[in-house]
């Protein structure tokens, strides 16, 4: 039983990895340059396949970016100029880790806020709960 | 008291939620053009039909006109290419097309078979042009006004109502 699920966790990490990367062989002076660019596709959204990002998708603009991007990266720019010329033309939706301004700042947000309400409702059931197991066995 | 109203209230923040995310579901792959309000990205292009002209952004100054993004490989152009040519033929706005990563013979023979409607159409065969207006599926429509702003973006396709809503009014300010 324990052999099959290994297996198939083998299996879908093996899956995983060939699915990884949907991408064109590059020339990189450094393997430094290489990580970078790696993240920084990671990091962006295709804009056609709108769940995936542009390192693992096949789509014809993703390619173009892709190549947009090493070109940039080749002719010494940094991640934030990267970065500014993909917002300047697609907007924030490309990011998928968004600049925090007003705009974006419910996206960023949001998530604390709601467990921060998860946590203080928790605490007063439980409390409430106590109490009332309290007041039962004094009862008893 | 307070504790009863609780789940009510949780259950309508959840129905505004869903119904919130039932309208936008249509449009949700719709990405905002940062472009609008703004210069229109600078180019130059060839001609399709007649490489040899070039046509730059400058060029097309002084009266507003609608580029419309297509391809002889997307099919949603051909299902917008009635209502585009519909438009071209009012003579309300100049239409103009932008031939996006395509083959020039497979464009003009698009052309031929469905009608061009186009004062003419810019051949961006690689595509870069398309980055820089921030294209990401044709069709797409940019209504640029005579000094050169985006003014409007249509993505998917064009349909009579878009045009008399927000295109025309637009175009006669």
Same mark, same amino acid.
């Given at each position: 039983m324990i052999r099959k699920w290994i297996n198939l966790a083998v299996m879908l990490a093996a899956l995983s990895v060939s699915a990884a990367f949907a991408q064109e062989p590059l020339v990189f002076d450094t393997p430094e340059q290489e990580a970078r660019y790696q993240q920084l596709t990671v990091e962006l959204r295709c804009l056609v396949c709108q769940n995936q990002n542009l390192a693992d998708s096949d789509a014809p603009l993703a390619r173009d970016l892709r190549e947009e991007i090493y070109g940039m990266m080749m002719a010494?720019?940094?991640? !934030?100029?990267?970065?500014?010329? @993909?917002?300047?033309?697609?907007?924030?939706? &490309? #990011?998928?880790?968004? !600049?925090?301004?007003?705009?974006? @700042?419910?996206?960023?947000?949001?998530?604390? &806020? #709601?467990?921060?309400?998860?946590?203080?409702?928790?605490?007063?059931t439980v409390r409430s709960r106590n109490r009332k197991l309290a007041a039962q066995r004094q009862e008893g | 008291m307070i504790g009863r109203l609780v789940p009510v209230i949780i259950f309508l923040a959840l129905g505004l939620l869903l119904a919130v995310g039932l309208k936008i579901a249509d449009h949700k792959t719709e990405i905002p053009s940062p472009l609008i309000g703004k210069k229109m990205p600078e180019f130059?292009?060839?001609?399709l039909g007649q490489e040899e002209t070039k046509v730059s952004s400058e060029d097309l100054l002084g009266a507003p006109f609608l580029l419309n993004v297509w391809a002889?490989?997307?099919?949603?152009?051909?299902?917008?290419?009635?209502?585009i040519t519909e438009l071209a033929k009012s003579g309300a706005v100049r239409?103009?097309?932008?031939?996006?990563?395509?083959e020039a013979a497979d464009a003009q023979q698009w052309l031929r078979r469905f009608g061009d409607p186009y004062e003419f159409s810019l051949a961006d065969v690689s595509g870069r042009i398309g980055i820089d207006f921030g294209v990401y599926a044709a069709p797409e429509s940019f209504l640029v006004d005579a000094e050169g702003n985006v003014v409007y973006k249509q993505i998917g396709a064009m349909t009579y109502e878009v045009i008399e809503q927000e295109i025309l009014p637009r175009v006669r300010q």
């Open positions: 010494g720019q940094d991640n !934030e100029q990267i970065k500014t010329f @993909l917002v300047d033309r697609y907007g924030d939706f &490309v #990011l998928y880790r968004p !600049e925090i301004k007003g705009n974006t @700042l419910a996206l960023w947000l949001l998530p604390g &806020v #709601l467990l921060a309400i998860g946590a203080i409702a928790l605490f007063f | 130059s292009l060839p001609v002889s490989w997307c099919p949603t152009c051909r299902y917008e290419h009635p209502v239409v103009i097309g932008l031939n996006y990563r395509d």
